[in-house]
């Protein structure tokens, strides 16, 4: 069975403090008539700092939709190799291994994808497949992970790439004043993740069970607005309720595989927010603590949309609590709205099944 290995995460130089972030909205926004609702929100994100491709002077200006386009081909141009490189070492495979490249990103776009650039400059065979996933915001992380899985399935000796390349300070727009945009600017931040699945070996979460699931009616909740001017961030205030309707959904998913969402030994799941972790907390009836790795992620780097849940799954690497044989649920939200979700068992090494 396919095995997604430990991801490689990488984060820009340039840091705001959620102390800064305040300070900004008060000198910028003073005079708005919500700007005490807004700031109450930014500082209840538990966002401690965020981490920008650029200082955030550069980031406040705003030089035109193609000025921004250039920055980010620059920027994940420069960035990403590395990152490829670091998952590569992790999982033990070289980019002539690789069958799939799965690059997901909602904050640019290019043309041809970057796929096309990472398979001519990192060694890459030519046959290599591309699928770039653009318009599913922070539920392509999980989705990425399925369609690396349900690839695997369809090729059982073959081996994917997962790339998350998100610059979310590059959609930030200074006349879109209304509140969710307002917390927007206090809680995206910008990060690079890649993850290998393996169709064979590797240690990591043993892929067995995948779903996707849209709330009905609810595709205006999460969206852009594409101008001449780039993309506008547009979050409905109903948003953060999601998790009530969706948590019988990841229950649902568990059941098919005879597990129980509310007993898993693992979860990763996508922190939109700690309004999006308290409630799925609540409604699946386990700990907050189980949590812990999405809430680090959203503490130490704040929502860096499709790149969260690979960099929770790092975390949990890094913690080494998870043994073989452990049961785990990952989960992405995103526009839609859209949850992609699996289930899989921890295996190490000799352990993943062929």
């Not at 920055?71 to 070289?94: G, H, I, T």
């Not at 369809?154 to 300070?169: H, R, W």
């Not at 503490?299 to 860096?304: F, L």
Request: charged share 20%; glycine share 8%.
């Amino acid at each position: 069975m396919a095995v997604l290995c430990k991801p490689a995460i990488a984060v820009p130089e340039y840091v705001i403090t959620n102390e800064e972030t305040l300070e900004l909205a008060r000198r910028l926004h003073g005079d708005h008539p919500q700007i005490n609702l807004a700031l109450r929100l930014i500082e209840n994100t538990g966002v401690q700092k965020r981490h920008l491709i650029q200082p955030i002077d550069k980031v406040l200006r705003h030089p035109g939709f193609d000025a921004r386009s250039a920055v980010y081909d620059a920027q994940s141009k420069a960035r990403v190799p590395a990152v490829v490189r670091q998952a590569l070492d992790q999982a033990e495979l070289e980019p002539q291994q690789i069958d799939l490249i799965v690059y997901v990103s909602c904050t640019g776009f290019m043309m041809p994808p970057m796929t096309s650039w990472l398979i001519n400059k990192m060694g890459f065979r030519q046959e290599t497949r591309q699928l770039p996933i653009a318009q599913l915001g922070c539920a392509a992380g999980g989705a990425a992970v399925n369609r690396a899985h349900d690839f695997c399935q369809a090729y059982p000796d073959a081996n994917a790439l997962i790339i998350a390349c998100e610059f979310c300070s590059l959609c930030y727009q200074p006349t879109d004043l209304d509140v969710g945009s307002l917390l927007s600017n206090g809680l995206f931040g910008d990060g690079i993740a890649a993850a290998v699945v393996r169709g064979s070996g590797g240690t990591g979460m043993q892929l067995e069970r995948n779903g996707s699931y849209l709330i009905p009616d609810t595709e205006d909740w999460i969206s852009y607005a594409v101008r001449s001017t780039g993309f506008h961030f547009q979050l409905d205030k109903r948003v953060p309720g999601t998790m009530e309707p969706l948590a019988p959904v990841l229950c649902a998913l568990a059941d098919e595989h005879q597990w129980n969402a509310s007993k898993m030994d693992f979860y990763v799941i996508h922190a939109g927010g700690p309004r999006i972790l308290d409630d799925l907390s609540y409604f699946l009836d386990v700990p907050s603590e189980a949590f812990r790795f999405s809430r680090a992620t959203l503490t130490e780097y704040g929502n860096i949309a499709s790149a969260v849940v690979l960099d929770a799954l790092s975390r949990m690497f890094d913690e080494a609590s998870a043994l073989d044989g452990h049961r785990g649920l990952m989960a992405g939200f995103g526009p839609g709205i859209t949850a992609e979700m699996s289930l899989g068992t921890w295996v190490s090494g000799s352990e993943a099944e062929g």
